[in-house]
């Protein structure tokens, strides 16, 4: 089986799981945790957090490779850059993190070093990707955090990733791929199980408070935050995985403001609608959103990492497609069931129209004038935080016009949400 077979394979294996999946999920019901425990450190078992120490550990290991670099290799890579693409391993040779590496290089030995050559990163890529999309999924709530945090979805999405993975890894053949492959399969049977065990000591949250965004500015936190981690992430992919630490501090004032924003979206995106006018209560329209939002989070899990390396080809576009399309019908449906009166669902299905459009021409335009983007991800995430920034803006305040203009019906569902 060839590269590009392997790859079309994969798509649509990891998309037609991920739709056995769901409907699993859905026939299963909400998941329960554990633990009650309220500790102070529960905080240590958000996804965000755990996201964090795995980058901390890949910065780690890339002041070991630079000494390992400096010691054993006097400062060239190319003995590891030949095998691989252009773009890789800019060791950090001044400023501060370049002194750091001669400190390493100058009180270890580092013939110790040798593992820091691509092993570590072998291992860490999954926990890294994993944490990644979990805290994004944690900012819309808690329960759509663990129904991804059951066992059988890590394990396959563990699976899928891993295996897309290795087949980037086979691209690139190199002398300790090998090694590499040992890794990322002993990482796909062991991080599961660690991801699984820290979700079930997730504490409860309150039955008397929102699981997650139900409103407009709850939904605005959530895409700030999953802006900040996206940027995150693409930061320290270069940084780290790509074993380039000299671009770190370009990235450094960035990577600080990214922070500060996911921490922040990580704890107003369940609270902050308790803040507006009208309280608990969600609309029709918002309804829609965050459960089209949640389905498609939840749908994208197992493939996501799939579809991203070979998402210009026609089988990942119709995957992406299909499940777009999966988590909008979720949305309207819940929508319907949410409106309750037959003035509401007009309502709601009038709105919808002049929000699509808005939210396309809103990406259209955020990806139009872009200018220079380093990666195409970047680009993408650009596009679609724009789209549904302005679609779920455009999409209530749509409903909340037409409620007033149309009869007593949709009116009074407007007073009461």
């Known amino acids: 089986m060839n590269r590009a077979t392997a790859f079309e394979a994969t798509v649509t294996i990891s998309t037609v799981l991920a739709f056995a999946a769901g409907a699993w999920l859905r026939s299963r019901g909400a998941a329960r945790p554990a633990a009650k425990d309220r500790a102070w450190w529960h905080v240590a ?3 965000l957090t755990q996201l964090l120490v795995v980058c901390l550990l890949l910065f780690v290991n890339q002041v070991l490779f630079g000494a390992y670099v400096l010691g054993a290799h006097g400062g060239s890579s190319r003995f590891v850059a030949q095998y691989i693409s252009p773009g890789w391993f800019h060791v950090a040779k001044s400023g501060s993190l370049g002194a750091l590496v001669r400190f390493v290089a100058a009180h270890v030995d580092v013939t110790w070093l040798s593992p820091s050559v ?14 990644a999309y979990l805290a994004v999924a944690r900012l819309l709530g808690v329960e759509t955090y663990r129904s991804l945090c059951r066992l059988p979805l890590l394990v396959l999405a563990s699976i899928s990733f891993s295996f897309t993975f290795s087949l980037v890894e086979l691209s690139l053949p190199n002398p300790w791929t090998r090694d590499d492959l040992f890794l990322r399969a002993l ?5 599961p199980f660690y991801v699984a065990w820290l ?5 409860h949250a309150d039955a008397s408070a929102p699981s997650g965004p139900h409103g407009v500015l709850g939904l605005l936190s959530f895409l700030a935050g999953a802006g900040a981690i996206a940027w995150i992430v693409l930061a320290i992919y270069d940084a780290f995985l790509l074993y380039n630490l000299a671009h770190l501090p370009s990235y450094a004032r960035g990577l600080a403001v990214a922070l500060v924003v996911a921490a922040g979206a990580s704890v107003a995106s369940s609270r902050v609608d308790r803040l507006a006018p009208g ?10 959103c965050v459960a089209s939002l949640r ?3 939840i749908l994208f899990f197992i493939p996501s990492l799939s579809i991203r390396y070979w998402g210009l080809h026609p089988t990942a576009m119709l995957a992406a497609a299909s499940l777009v399309g999966v988590g909008l019908a979720v949305g309207g449906v819940a929508a319907v069931r949410r409106a309750r009166t037959a003035g509401h669902v ?3 299905c009038a709105a919808a129209a002049p929000a699509l459009l808005a939210g396309g021409w809103a990406g259209v335009v955020a990806v139009t004038t872009a200018g220079h983007v380093p990666v195409p991800e970047l680009l993408l995430a650009r596009g679609a935080l724009s789209f549904l920034a302005v679609a779920i803006v455009t999409f209530r305040f749509v409903e909340m016009a037409l409620c007033w203009a149309l009869p007593h019906e949709a009116k009074a569902e407007a007073d009461q949400t």
């Open 295 to 297: 389905a498609f989070t």
């Open 279 to 288: 309280g608990a209560a969600p609309s029709p329209s918002m309804t829609a």
């Open 199 to 203: 979700a079930r000591r997730e504490p």
């Open 187 to 191: 990482a796909a049977v062991t991080v």
């Open 118 to 131: 691509l092993r570590v990163q072998a291992f860490l890529e999954l926990p890294f990707t994993l944490f």
């Open 346 to 348: 007009f309502v709601v």
């Open 45 to 47: 078992l958000h996804p």
